[in-house]
């Protein structure tokens, strides 16, 4: 069953949330009530394909059991101790993430902007500590395109202007030079500079791939000139572009890793910075801290969703079905609307040459099948990392003639 016009019930929900809430999202004419595996259904009984996931967030599917009750287990035991305490679930999520990742430490915390905040104050630190840059001097290459959060410091070094506006003055330490042009970001170097912040793919900017052996590249000349390379994999980590992280297509290994969303499988915020002792050391008692960091209850549905991700194989089965959703976007859109189609693992978008994406949203949703448009131009195509062939396949059935504009 699709939606085809808005009922009195989602109208009524609606208009509650717009009466109290602040109008920083223009979300879908859609009212979510329930969600399993890659399926989510509305307050009206109406059944959608989930293909966003929470911009990864549940790439484990909605509600999956196994994560549902170490959750629920964990919340009848203990949810919250604070960091003034030790608790007996953090030191096994540290470990599990660890050994996952490769690095030798990890640092906490619950969102992802959080984590990107944690990663800008440990390269700073890092590079006055370490590489001896004089005080409040220290600089931060970025990317133009870029989107690793909401905080005042993380839009200041952003160039959309819908995300900058009224809200300056921008933090200053911060160098913006064009995605995917490794020669531009090595001129950008000086004695300043201490960290490189980018995305491997940038999500929010419409899936943008960087060209082949841009990280590479990258790692080479932060290498050389003795710059911490940061990836935020907020996004592209844990499973979502066929890889266990998005580094590893090119073995660009990063000095520090950002991860969050599917982390903890859409069920609590967990996010954090993992880094060698070299950079790790920085932080000292006192120095960097949350109170819900590390909590007993985001750990246990942590550990859980790792667990998932490892046992259900979701890294394998989005390489294989981002290949084969790929291949049927390219092979059967044809509109002359459509500019691009893009995409790695279950990491996919379509870009049209004008701003029509919304409109190609909305009807995406009244053929059941969930998806957001992004910078205007582009949608969006992240299924759940769960989701069957046979329903991936179902979902493009259903998206290809409204993506198509057919």
């Not at 003055?169 to 980018?198: C, E, K, M, Y």
């Not at 390379?229 to 297509?249: K, S, Y």
Request: charged content about 20%.
């Amino acid at each position: 069953m699709t939606a085809t016009t808005t009922s009195p019930r989602t109208a009524e929900l609606i208009a509650q949330a717009e009466r109290w809430g602040a109008h920083n999202y223009h979300p879908l004419d859609v009212v979510l009530a329930r969600g399993e595996g890659a399926f989510v259904w509305d307050v009206d009984g109406r059944r959608y394909v989930d293909m966003l996931s929470a911009y990864s967030a549940v790439s484990q599917g909605h509600c999956h059991p196994r994560i549902v009750a170490a959750l629920v287990a964990q919340a009848g035991r203990l949810s919250l101790s604070s960091r003034a305490f030790h608790n007996d679930r953090m030191g096994e999520m540290l470990e599990r993430i660890a050994a996952l990742t490769g690095f030798a430490r990890v640092l906490p915390m619950n969102t992802g902007a959080e984590a990107v905040e944690t990663a800008i104050k440990a390269m700073r630190r890092w590079g006055y500590d370490a590489k001896h840059v004089e005080d409040d001097r220290a600089e931060i290459i970025v990317a133009a395109g870029n989107f690793h959060g909401r905080t005042t410091t993380i839009i200041g070094f952003s160039d959309e202007p819908s995300y900058r506006r009224g809200f300056g003055p921008p933090t200053p330490g911060f160098v913006l030079v064009p995605f995917g042009d490794a020669a531009a970001l090595a001129a950008a170097i000086t004695p300043r500079t201490v960290g490189v912040l980018l995305e491997p793919i940038q999500g929010e900017g419409g899936v943008i791939i960087p060209p082949d052996g841009y990280l590479r590249a990258v790692r080479e000349v932060c290498t050389r000139e003795r710059v911490l390379l940061c990836l935020d994999e907020i996004q592209t980590g844990l499973g979502r572009t066929g890889a266990m992280f998005a580094w590893q297509h090119e073995g660009a290994r990063p000095d520090l890793i950002v991860l969050g969303k599917a982390l903890s499988g859409g069920l609590y915020p967990v996010s954090c910075v993992c880094a060698d002792d070299e950079v790790m050391a920085v932080f000292t008692p006192g120095s960097h801290g949350s109170t819900y960091g590390g909590n007993p209850l985001g750990a246990a549905a942590c550990v859980a969703a790792l667990d998932v991700l490892v046992d259900e194989g979701l890294v394998e089965r989005s390489a294989e079905l981002g290949a084969h959703a790929l291949s049927r976007l390219r092979a059967e859109l044809h509109s002359p609307e459509i500019a691009e189609v893009r995409g790695r693992g279950l990491m996919m978008a379509v870009d049209y040459r004008g701003c029509i994406a919304g409109e190609v949203a909305r009807g995406l949703a009244a053929a059941g099948v969930l998806a957001k448009e992004t910078r205007g131009k582009t949608i969006r195509l992240m299924p759940p990392l769960v989701i069957s062939r046979q329903d991936l396949d179902t979902a493009l059935d259903a998206a290809m003639p409204v993506l198509d504009r057919r």
